[in-house]
């Protein structure tokens, strides 16, 4: 893996901290130094720790899969749910072995679940083991926590500044062909459910110009598909002096020169304009691929989750967007077992999954986040309760997957190729979002070509290159 952006207007004091670190592990003898990072929850975390791997090879650190022979291995945690942070735990724990072993490796956490001052704190107290730990703004400083921790103490950084965004850090991108492009950071929404809000801080959009310089940059490297991050990419340039928005910034990277397309994520549906769904339609490099979560069927449990939009409003968004987007395909988030509902709310979202038809979905058990509304408010359904709810809503998901699979049969879509599968086909995805498999050749990865979707098998789509 190499760097591949270029680095010149990275911070300079960064820039010298990163030369001293390397000088420091030269100078005890650290040959080849080795970095392993371990990346949990969403797409945001994954873009940011590319940004992290492009610092770590800035200080000379090359990256390894095999954490048994790191001299620095990160995590970057995920808080949005229970589970999440469970895992985490186990996995830093088994680092204290590591150390044993190799005393110049420096172990760090990092990322959501370590901006929360209670987590951090426990990771510093009762992890002695953890040399960094850094919330989800301060990333750009890591050659400065590095050359700290090399020449001193262990280090704690959790300030949340708001209102800035550092640019310019290097990025090593863990592929060649899909990329992720951050077009903002943080959330205002403070859906009561959710912990993100606190823990990335208030909503902040990137300079468009910024934005479309690192898409060009990814056009010209090769890339084929950019997929816009942000918790709610719809309300991009809002509160700026710009005046961009997210409908002008899509026609902006639209205009791009090169063969490539655009995916883009999430979008809320409070935000989601007409203009918008215009702009979708009329660039021809978007893809007719829209994830708008709803999360709830009920409009009374919309309301308590501090949604913004009620089950019909969704529900027209959908009619408006089919209106000009035919054919486009959704995907959807929704939580089950949110405090206060009942069974007869759970029905209205199996009714609107009925309803609206959705490509897949992520469903996900309500899981209480200290510090949130919903934390304390009364939630009498059981568990197990909510369990058989979820897997009533996958099954009646499961059903509607395989007739819109089987709609597709015959039709024909353009498909990026990604990969060879072990029997010898090409898969890739489609401008919308189902993933198809055929007979190809090896020369096709990382190019589009035009398949005619032939039958569905075993949650499969196949078809044939059309000539
Ligand atoms: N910004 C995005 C989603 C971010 S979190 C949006 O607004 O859609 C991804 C998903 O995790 C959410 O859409 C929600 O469905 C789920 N989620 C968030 N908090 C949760 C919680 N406390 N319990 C269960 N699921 C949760
Ligand atoms: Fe969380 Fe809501 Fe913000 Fe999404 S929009 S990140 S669900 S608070
Ligand atoms: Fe998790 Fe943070 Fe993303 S809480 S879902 S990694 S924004």
Redesign the pocket.
């Known amino acids: 893996m190499t760097l591949n952006e270029k680095t010149n207007n990275y911070l300079p004091e960064q820039c010298a901290y990163a030369k001293r670190v390397q000088a420091i592990l030269a100078e005890r003898g650290v040959q080849n130094p080795q970095a392993h990072i371990v990346t949990f929850g ?1 797409q945001q975390n994954v873009s940011d720790s590319e940004r992290i791997k492009g610092m770590l090879l800035l200080c000379g650190y090359s990256l390894t899969e095999d954490i048994t022979k790191a001299d620095f291995i990160l995590f970057n945690t995920c808080a ?2 229970g589970h999440a942070e469970d895992r985490v735990y186990g996995n830093v724990g088994a680092t204290k072995k590591y150390k044993k072993a190799n005393p110049n490796l420096l172990v760090s956490v990092c990322g959501c679940m370590a901006q929360q001052q209670s987590v951090a704190d426990k990771f510093y107290k009762s992890y002695p083991y953890v040399d960094i730990v850094f919330g989800t703004q301060q990333h750009h400083r890591l050659p400065e926590f590095i050359y700290r921790r090399l020449t001193s103490k262990r280090v704690y950084e959790l300030t949340l500044d708001n209102a800035n965004i550092v640019e310019h850090v290097p990025i090593s991108r863990d592929g060649t062909l899909k990329g992720w492009l951050p077009i903002m950071y943080g ?1 205002n ?1 403070f ?1 009561t ?4 809000p606190y823990v990335r801080g208030r909503e902040r959009s990137r300079d468009p110009q910024e934005i479309i310089k690192e898409a060009t940059d990814m056009v010209n490297n090769g890339f084929k598909e950019i997929m816009l991050l942000g ?2 990419v719809n309300s991009y340039g809002k509160g700026e002096s710009h005046g961009v928005n997210f409908a002008k910034l899509l026609r902006m990277i639209n205009d791009i020169e090169g063969d490539f397309r655009i995916r883009f994520m ?1 979008s ?1 549906p409070k935000d989601c304009t007409e203009e918008l769904l215009d702009t979708i339609r009329d660039c021809k490099k978007v893809e007719r691929h829209i994830h708008l ?1 709803f ?1 709830s069927g009920s409009s009374k449990i919309l309301k308590q989750m501090n949604r913004y939009y009620d089950r019909e409003g969704y529900l027209k968004l959908i009619a408006a967007a089919r209106e000009r987007l035919p054919d486009v395909e959704f995907t959807s ?3 089950v077992g949110f405090p206060g509902e009942t069974y007869e709310d759970f029905c209205e979202t199996l009714s609107l999954v009925k309803e609206v038809k959705f490509t897949s979905l ?1 469903t ?6 200290e510090g ?1 509304p ?1 934390a304390v408010m009364p939630d009498p359904i059981s568990r197990e309760e909510k369990g058989k709810w979820f897997d009533e809503l996958l099954k009646t998901q499961d059903e509607i997957s395989k007739e819109l699979n089987l709609s597709l049969v015959g039709k024909t879509v353009r498909v990026l190729c990604e990969e060879k599968t072990s029997e010898g086909l090409i898969c890739g995805k489609s401008e919308y979002y189902s993933s198809v498999c055929f007979e190809g050749s090896d020369d096709m990865i990382g190019n589009f070509v035009a398949v005619r979707i032939e039958k569905y098998h075993n949650n499969t789509l196949y078809g044939a290159v059309i000539n």
């Open positions: 969403c949005v749910r959330c929404n859906c459910y959710c912990i993100v918790q709610n999430t809320h979560p999360q988030d929704i939580i992520f996900f058990i309500y899981s209480p986040r949130t919903a």
